[in-house]
């Protein structure tokens, strides 16, 4: 189990990537569950399978095939990740977030997040996108931030500022791409539970009360990192089902994926218009 990383680590795995890319890449992106087909959006693509990867956290989740994807968006350099790992995998926190401090040591300056989330709010309603415009982040109120251990100063201060996790002018971009298109965009809180069993219906009356709009078991530990590397974020749930507040539906995996590829192309809509903007 490796708790922390070490930046000896971290620049080895971030130096095997370096040696298959063409250019350092200004933007990250991290696909969620069953929102890869975003992968298909980058041109001159270069394909590395993360099993080639010193130290990567090998996801073993069906729908998170484990590839990054470097080439272009929109004219923007990128990385692309899909198919993240998850806590629940067995990782620990620090080792499930070392995709984005390759981001980092590569020079990404934008991070965007996606992720396929719960509808906590009862007004959201599955295929639907969501901006995450703040976090929850309970998993680190319960000691698990992957930012635990010893600070590695080169890459950010012991304790960074989360009041603007997720950058507001993004966000602006967001809107207005959501406008012009005519998607709907909702926006709110993302909470981020370790799963990787579902919620009881207590758990989401819990969560709704406290001010929750959307649930999900990933993208904080990443945010946490990204924000303390100096990256801006821009965060986007992929509302995959309703969350069972009363115990009268059940939640699926393969709901969750089904809906994903619903979401793909409105994702992708998105996610272009904001890069043109840039
Ligand atoms: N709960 C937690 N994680 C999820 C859900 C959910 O309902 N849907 C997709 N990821």
Known sequence: MIEYLTLEMIDQTTDAVRSRIQA???LGLILGSGLGGLASAVEDAVSISVTELPNWPVSTVPGHVGRLVAGKLEGQTALVLQGRTHFYEGYSMAHITLPVRVMQRLGVEILIVTNAAGAVNPTFEPGELMLITDHLNLVGMAGHSPLRGPN???LGPRFPDMSRAYDRELCALARQVAKEHRLVLREGVYACLAGPSF???A????????GVDAVGMSTVPEVTVARHGGIRVLGISGISNKAN????????HEEVLLAGEKI???????IRGVLKRL
Do not use: A
Request: aromatic share 4%.
């Open 24 to 26: 350092p890449p200004r």
């Open 199 to 201: 919620e009881t219906p």
């Open 245 to 252: 507040l009363d115990g009268d539906t059940i939640t699926t």
């Open 152 to 154: 590695l100063d080169e």
């Open 264 to 270: 793909t192309p409105q994702l992708i809509t998105l």
């Open 203 to 210: 758990d989401l009356r819990f969560l709704r009360s406290i």
